[in-house]
């Protein structure tokens, strides 16, 4: 199979309000690691990584457009840090003030990352697995309301995966699949949180590309945990946490090596969510004014058993659970707010409603989606 990969430093250069936390005000250019986006080339399906909070609609669908006309499917996905420039231009600035100057830096950069792309091939891909305990389910049930806080009676998926694609015995690029939330620490500084710290890391060791793809972890934080509540830990929680992955990663053990397709297997839908009405106000923003939102959702199969299911969302991490051995990786394509599990809309919480209010939606999603997009990817895994 053929592949290329090219990557652009996109660290704003000058002072940017960070987006993720409504409590952390002013404007910065202390960094603490540098951002990245990076393009690697699968056969035409051009994937898009970026140490992004999420990627901008319009943006995306833009560049998605442009790119199919050269019969290439372009998928644009972010590592959700909450150390990065806000950069979706739909929701309420609660999450952080757009700076246009920085959206249109980053169109340049994927046009230069299209320009810049070295290729080679690859014929067989190494599936490894290791469990690493840096993750904690954060919904607990407090009296009637589902509280932001840890719930370390539910279990998680705890599972790093990674998957080196490689020709004869030459390992040419690694992706790493884990879910947890990039909030290990709320400091006003740039960075690519601990996701950076763990590429940067195995790119020493292993001396090839890394790619890192955030899974399903809506309702997964950092467990930095004090007196059963959550803490915001410093940056050297980040490069711990970020160390931790890295040993999983290197002590991880071989599941499986086959070959991999000549041509990869791409297939994408769309399901227009109707928005219901709820008791949480929201800030009024352009997003406000929708009475529905499109989940996109895209397959990628690169051998008979290494595929990823992509959402343009916060996904609940029992989402995975429909996919089996299929990699869920959400914050792709855009972002439409959380997708709870029809258990999770009715208890309520920040996941199942509060979140409208940062996010600018109008309503709720009706808990009937979780039905809806099982069926989806039933129909792919046939």
């Not at 969510?273 to 997003?287: D, G, H, K, M, Y």
Request: charged share 20%; net charge neutral.
């Amino acid at each position: 199979m053929h592949f290329a990969y090219s990557e652009v430093e996109i660290t704003p250069s000058k002072p940017v309000q960070l987006g993720g936390f409504a409590h952390r005000i002013g404007y910065v250019n202390e960094v603490h690691q540098p951002l990245y986006l990076r393009l690697i080339a699968v056969g035409n399906v051009w994937l898009f990584t970026a140490d992004l909070l999420w990627w901008d609609d319009q943006l995306i669908l833009k560049w998605k457009d442009k790119l199919a006309l050269k019969g290439v499917t372009a998928l644009f996905h972010a590592s959700h840090s909450h150390c990065t420039p806000n950069t979706h231009t739909e929701l309420s600035n609660i999450l952080g003030e757009i700076d246009l100057d920085y959206i249109n830096f980053l169109e340049a950069c994927i046009l230069e990352c299209t320009q810049t792309l070295n290729n080679f091939t690859c014929n067989n891909v190494q599936i490894s697995d290791n469990i690493v305990d840096v993750g904690s389910y954060r919904r607990r049930k407090v009296g009637n309301i589902i509280k932001m806080a840890p719930n370390e009676e539910q279990k998680i998926n705890k599972k790093v995966t990674s998957i080196i694609l490689s020709e004869g015995d030459e390992a040419k690029i690694l992706f790493v699949h884990f879910a947890c939330h990039p909030t290990v620490s709320d400091m006003n500084k740039i960075s690519s949180e601990y996701c950076g710290t763990v590429i940067s890391e195995l790119k020493k060791t292993y001396q090839i590309p890394i790619i890192f793809l955030q899974g399903f972890c809506g309702d997964i934080r950092p467990n930095l945990i004090t007196q059963g509540e959550y803490y915001r830990g410093s940056k050297d929680d980040i490069e711990r946490i970020g160390y931790q992955i890295v040993q999983a990663v290197k002590e991880s053990k071989k599941v499986l090596s086959e070959r991999l397709y000549l041509k990869p297997l791409v297939k994408t839908d769309e399901i227009n969510f109707e928005l219901f009405e709820t008791q949480v106000a929201p800030i009024s923003c352009s997003r406000f004014e929708k009475s529905e939102l499109p989940f996109r959702s895209s397959l990628l199969s690169i051998s008979p058993q290494c595929s990823f299911i992509f959402a343009n969302a916060e996904m609940s991490n029992f989402y995975q659970d429909h996919l089996n051995k299929v990699y869920g990786v959400g914050y792709t394509d855009g972002m439409i707010g959380y997708v709870a599990t029809q258990k999770q809309i009715k208890n309520g919480g920040y996941e199942g409603k509060e979140f409208i209010k940062a996010f600018g939606n109008r309503g709720t999603f009706d808990p009937s989606i979780e039905m809806k997009i099982h069926q989806m990817w039933k129909g792919w895994l046939k």
